[in-house]
C-alpha cells in the first residue's frame, strides 16, 4: 500500500475519505491548518495551500496526493484556485508524488459552464501542469450529511410547508451519495489503469433540482410537497432566498445556484471498469444522510 496525503482532510468529503483509506491498507497523513486539533484516524500533518511552503513537508515521502480543497465562499475563488492548485501540482512533483487525485465537477466540455464549473476545469489542467499524473473525478451534488448542497435541500424541505421554485429548478443533475463518492475515490488510489484520466461519477438517478426535492420531502416527510415552478428568478435573489431559509451564506449559494443552471448528468460509465459497483439510489443517499445526522449526539 502506498503513503497517501489528504488535503482538506477535515472537510465534508476528506473526513470520511481518511479512514476509508486506513481501512484499505493505506498510511495516511490528514493535512489541516490545525493538526493539534485533528482526532480523525490518520497522522495530522501542517499545510496550506495557500502557503505553499507549508507543502514540502507535507508531501515529503507521500506517493499519492488527495486534492479536496476550493474557496467556494470567497468572491474572489477563481483566482484563488487556480493559485492553490498550480503551487500543490509544483509542489508534489518535487516531492516526487505519484498520482494526484481530484473532486471536480461534472458537466458537458460543450455547455456554457457556470464560473465554479469553470473553475473546477482549470484546477483540473493546473494540478498536472508540472508533469504529475491527475486522475479527476467529476461529480454533481454529493449527497451526505454535512454536505452544503444537500444541507440546502434537507433545510428547505424541513423549512417550508410549500415552495415556489425559479425556472432552474427545472434543469436534470445526477446527485451521488457520499459513500459511493469514498468508495470512487479509494479505489482509483494508486490505480495505474486511472492515471492521467477523467472520470464522470454519479448516483443511480437522474433528477431535476425540483424532483430531488420532491424525492428528499418523500423520504424525510412521507410526502410530496405542493411545489410551484415559475419561468423566473435570479441566481442573487435565489441565493438571498436560499441565505434566508437555509443559512447557508449568500456567495456560497449563489456560486453553487449559478451551476445548477447547467444540466450535470453523467454520460460515461467508465469508472466502473476501474471500481466496479452499482451506484445507490438518491432515496438512498437521502435516508443515509438522515440517519447520519441523527446518529451525531446533540
Same mark, same amino acid.
Given at each position: ?15 470520511? *475519505? ?7 491498507? #493505506?498510511?495516511?497523513?490528514?493535512? %489541516? ?36 480543497? #476550493?474557496?467556494?465562499?470567497? #468572491? ?32 458537458? @466540455? ?11 476545469? @482549470? $484546477? ?12 479527476? *473525478? ?20 424541513? #423549512?417550508?410547508?410549500?415552495? /415556489? ?7 436534470? %443533475? ?11 475515490? $479509494?479505489? $482509483? ?10 472520470? @464522470? ?42 441565505? *434566508? ?29 476501474? /471500481? ?23
Amino acid at each position: 500500500m502506498s503513503t497517501v496525503l489528504v488535503t482538506g482532510a477535515t472537510g465534508f468529503v476528506g473526513r470520511r *475519505l481518511v479512514p476509508g483509506l486506513v481501512q484499505a491498507g #493505506h498510511e495516511v497523513r490528514a493535512m %489541516t491548518r490545525r493538526p493539534f486539533d485533528y482526532a480523525g484516524p490518520a497522522d495530522p500533518v501542517f499545510g496550506d495551500v495557500a502557503e505553499p511552503t507549508s507543502l514540502r513537508e507535507a508531501l515529503d515521502g507521500c506517493e499519492i496526493a488527495f486534492y479536496l480543497v #476550493h474557496s467556494l465562499d470567497d #468572491h474572489d475563488f477563481e483566482r484563488k484556485d487556480a493559485d492553490a492548485a498550480r503551487a500543490f501540482g509544483a509542489a508534489a512533483a518535487r516531492a516526487g508524488v505519484r498520482q494526484i487525485v481530484y473532486l471536480g465537477g461534472l458537466g458537458a @466540455e460543450d455547455e456554457e459552464l457556470s464560473p465554479h464549473l469553470r473553475s473546477r476545469r @482549470e $484546477v483540473e489542467t493546473l494540478l498536472g501542469q508540472a508533469g504529475v499524473p491527475v486522475t479527476v *473525478l467529476r461529480a454533481a451534488i454529493v449527497v451526505g450529511d454535512g454536505g452544503i448542497s444537500w444541507e440546502m435541500t434537507r433545510q428547505l424541505v424541513h #423549512h417550508l410547508p410549500a415552495m /415556489v421554485v425559479p425556472k432552474w429548478a427545472a434543469t436534470r %443533475t445526477q446527485p451521488i451519495a457520499i459513500d459511493d463518492v469514498v468508495r470512487y475515490l $479509494v479505489g $482509483v488510489a494508486g490505480h495505474a489503469d486511472a492515471f492521467d484520466r477523467v472520470f @464522470e461519477i454519479g448516483g443511480a438517478d437522474q433528477l431535476s433540482y425540483l424532483g430531488m426535492l420532491q424525492e428528499a420531502a418523500q423520504v424525510m416527510r412521507g410526502r410530496r410537497l405542493p411545489i410551484m415552478q415559475l419561468p423566473i428568478g435570479t441566481p442573487l435573489l435565489s441565493a438571498y432566498w436560499i441565505k *434566508l431559509i437555509t443559512g447557508v451564506d449568500v456567495v456560497t449559494a449563489g456560486n453553487l445556484i449559478e451551476s445548477m443552471r447547467t444540466e450535470v448528468v453523467q454520460r460515461d460509465h467508465a469508472i466502473r471498469e476501474v /471500481v466496479p459497483g452499482e451506484p445507490l439510489t438518491y432515496a438512498e443517499a437521502v435516508r443515509r444522510a438522515i440517519a447520519e445526522a441523527d446518529a451525531v449526539p446533540a
